[in-house]
């Protein structure tokens, strides 16, 4: 049974920073691209960043770059995400994602339903 546990969320003002921590179970870790979705309420879920498997690639969305960065530690079969320079619209609720299939191409990493594995999500609240 594969789990992915995400943690870390939680308050922060305007300009300080959060690391999110996804832990993965059940799952060849090292062969997963791994991703970071986000949805706000009333909003569709959207891609925030992604790491390929097999040479961490990063990828993300361009209203995170710069500013987000994601790893991953194959080791503790873990993802992260850190989120520095946090604004209010950066609220929402944070996914982790799995994608168990080895091939992606460039234009799938930000598609949802390209991932097969869904964590619970975390809250993220960043205050003006």
């Known amino acids: 049974q594969v789990q992915l546990v995400e943690s870390g969320g939680g308050l922060v003002q305007a300009g300080g920073s959060l690391r999110l921590s996804c832990a993965a179970s059940?799952?060849?870790?090292?062969?997963?691209?791994m991703g970071w979705f986000r949805q706000a309420p009333g909003k569709e879920r959207e891609f925030v960043a992604a790491?390929?498997?097999?040479?961490?690639?990063?990828y993300y969305a361009d209203s995170v770059k710069g500013r987000f960065t994601i790893s991953r530690d194959n080791a503790k079969n873990t993802v992260y995400l850190q989120m520095n320079s946090l604004k209010p619209e950066d609220t929402a609720v944070y996914y982790c994602?799995?994608?168990?299939?080895?091939?992606?191409?460039?234009?799938?990493?930000?598609?949802?339903?390209?991932?097969?594995?869904w964590g619970q999500g975390t809250q993220v609240t960043v205050s003006s």
């Open positions: 994602a799995a994608r168990r299939r080895t091939y992606i191409t460039i234009h799938q990493y930000p598609i949802s339903d390209e991932y097969d594995y």
């Open positions: 790491i390929y498997w097999r040479d961490t690639s990063t």
């Open positions: 059940g799952l060849p870790f090292g062969t997963a691209t």
